[in-house]
């Protein structure tokens, strides 16, 4: 087995005794364009540690995250470096202990990473991605696990402090866990995963309740653009059991988008016969193009990822970016292709 599937630094009897101290200043942090797991961990850890005693604690993302994760409470809390980098800033200097969750490298929250790497701070990386980076004191890296927020309710399993886990905190680890395994339907889905969501609904978390909170919320605006996107961008190369789809920002712009609105689009055409590599290209704002990958069975984007568009993530979910067009992205990935075929 690589080391990048099972990786462990974490020394818990001093982390409870020596480091996880009510008094410390607690500062959790998540990657760029934070998804379901991202939010879900982090709030589920702070309302733990606030359940525990901790009086400071706060939460700090790179930039906004979907407004369908907005209704896990706290969430108004969270803090947006991009929106609030002089109160971030000084936070996470004063900080005693930095929690990284959901990335393996700094550089995946942008310009905070600087600031974490110059911090003080206790470090410590709780995360799922493969080939973590070694910056952290305290690391528990578990490629195997479905989620980050399965690895932090592992860590507050062998901190033995399972009581302190409610209702609130629960429903935000049971978010991480339903987003993060596609409604558990991914193979990085466990009976461990499934002991985990038992033990939650012992907590008072009710499934179909979060299900919906995060899925049956979407606007109409929403809704059309998928119909769009499938109908008119979903582009179907049957030689190599694949799918593209790009959207440009002025065709995103007509609908109206909203950040989040199309996630969950790259995984639509997995579900055609004989499909077993998903690309969905889109145009940001600044310009660059962003690229979600989705595969099933033996094909690793994570490897495709990081060979070809500076990326990286898990054997069957990935992302990169692309300095070029959409247009040319989408060809780039079909020449690409053509040497997997």
């Not at 309302?47 to 939460?59: E, I, P, Q, Y």
């Not at 470096?81 to 936070?91: H, N, Q, S, W």
């Not at 005693?96 to 790497?117: H, K, Q």
């Not at 059991?241 to 712009?253: F, P, R, V």
Request: glycine share 6%.
């Amino acid at each position: 087995m690589r080391e990048w599937f099972f990786y462990f630094k974490m020394d818990y009897v001093s982390l409870k005794n020596e480091v996880l101290l009510p008094s410390k200043k607690v500062v959790i942090t998540a990657h760029q364009s934070p998804d379901g797991d991202a939010i879900g961990s982090s709030l589920g850890l702070y309302h733990t540690l606030k359940a525990r005693g901790f009086d400071n604690v706060n939460v700090i993302v790179p930039d906004e995250f979907p407004s369908f994760l907005s209704w896990m409470r706290d969430s108004d809390k969270i803090i947006q470096f991009d929106k609030a980098g002089a109160v971030a800033k000084e936070l996470i200097s004063e900080a005693d202990i930095v929690f990284s969750l959901d990335y393996n490298a700094l550089r995946r929250v942008g310009e905070m990473g600087e600031e974490i790497n110059k911090s003080s701070a206790v470090k410590i990386l709780i995360d799922h991605h493969q080939e973590p980076e070694d910056f952290a004191n305290f690391q528990l890296t578990k490629t195997t696990a479905s989620s980050t927020a399965e690895l932090i309710y592992e860590l507050i399993e062998n901190l033995e402090w399972l009581s302190s886990i409610n209702k609130t905190s629960g429903e935000c680890i049971y978010t991480g866990l339903l987003t993060d395994t596609g409604s558990f339907r991914f193979p990085s889905t466990s009976k461990r995963t499934h002991e985990v969501v038992a033990s939650l609904m012992d907590k008072g978390v009710i499934p179909s309740e979060v299900y919906q909170n995060v899925f049956d919320t979407s606007s109409i605006d929403r809704l059309r653009l998928l119909g769009y996107t499938l109908y008119e961008k979903m582009e179907i190369l049957p030689d190599y059991h694949a799918a593209i789809i790009g959207l440009s920002l002025e065709e995103l712009n007509k609908y109206n988008f909203q950040k989040g609105d199309t996630e969950g689009f790259v995984n639509y055409p997995l579900s055609v016969k004989g499909i077993q590599f998903c690309a969905f290209v889109s145009e940001k704002e600044s310009g660059k193009v962003r690229i979600s990958f989705r595969s099933k069975g033996d094909f690793d984007v994570n490897k495709f990822a990081r060979a070809h568009f500076n990326g990286g993530g898990h054997i069957n979910a990935a992302g990169g970016s692309s300095d070029l067009s959409v247009e040319e992205t989408i060809h780039k990935i079909k020449e690409v292709l053509s040497s997997y075929k």
